[in-house]
């Protein structure tokens, strides 16, 4: 039987430093590049089955930044999504360019490797400023 130990949140998880950094849902991590949204689980649930691993099921943002030109269309399109390739043409030259980030969402169920963590829980919004420079 599985007991459910978070469920609603939103999770970063680090596996390299063993930790978990959870915010109240809807609360965006903002120091994540875009390689690091991988790491990011929104509107999750965390449980744990009895003597195993903790498993993390929720929704991910995944990008994945494409940047490439060549000659060749059918090899662009084989590396890179259609609706990010463009055709150019100079003097009777014909080339084509990737220039753009793919964003997609899925919904995903992870098996974390180690079984302890640190978990820094931040449970609330307090309040919120920006400074402009």
Known sequence: MAEVIYNGID???DEGRKEMIINPRGE?????ECEGYKDIYTNA???REEDGPLIIEGDQEL???HQASGLSYEKLLCAHPEALIRKHSFLGIRWYSVHGILKRQVHSRYCCLNTEYRIHERLKLITQSIEER
Do not use: A, P
């Not at 965006?28 to 994540?32: A, E, K, L, M």
């Open 45 to 47: 649930t965390i449980t």
């Open 11 to 13: 999770v970063l998880i």
């Open 28 to 32: 965006r991590f903002y120091f994540v």
């Open 63 to 65: 990008y994945t930044i």
